[in-house]
């Protein structure tokens, strides 16, 4: 059986690991939240590529600490939840953001992200940022849209191009035969 100070010690170990893996990091009070809601919230995080985790503050201190990372001592007051964005920094952000909008007792701190802390204010310009995923989409956009309407002219003239020939063979047709050999 594990000693407690070896239970701690790969707790510290684990969220060091997911510090250390994620994109961004989203601190957030939660006070008064059921099981359920939680539960929710991480359903909703997996399925956009983060994680929610919950660990003693003075144990996130030690491993943040063991990362260099001292600025967010202040805001490891209370029940604090961590929010890690895994593939995309904005899309783990915007799901603890829609969260905190819809219920009351899920409260967004601060955050850690490009090595740094970033305030509330910061939190929340960056969970307004469009997604990696629609960021690409509107690049796509934007590189197929002249090429969309190169084709459309393209087949405007080829179109046209028939519609002329068409004409002309009706006319043909519709010619008397001496006239038309003439």
Known sequence: MKSPREI???KIDRFKGLVEQSRAM???EYKGLTVQE???LRRKLREVGGRLTIVKNTLARVALNDLGIKDLDGDLEGQVAFVFSQRDAVVGT??????AKENQGFRLISGFFDGRRISLDEVKALANLPSRAELQARLVGTLVAPLAGFVGTLQACLREFAGTLEARAKKLEDEPEGRAAA
């Open 26 to 28: 989203i601190l957030a």
């Open 8 to 10: 701690k010690t790969e």
């Open 38 to 40: 939680m539960e929710g």
């Open 94 to 99: 915007k799901a603890a953001d829609d969260f």
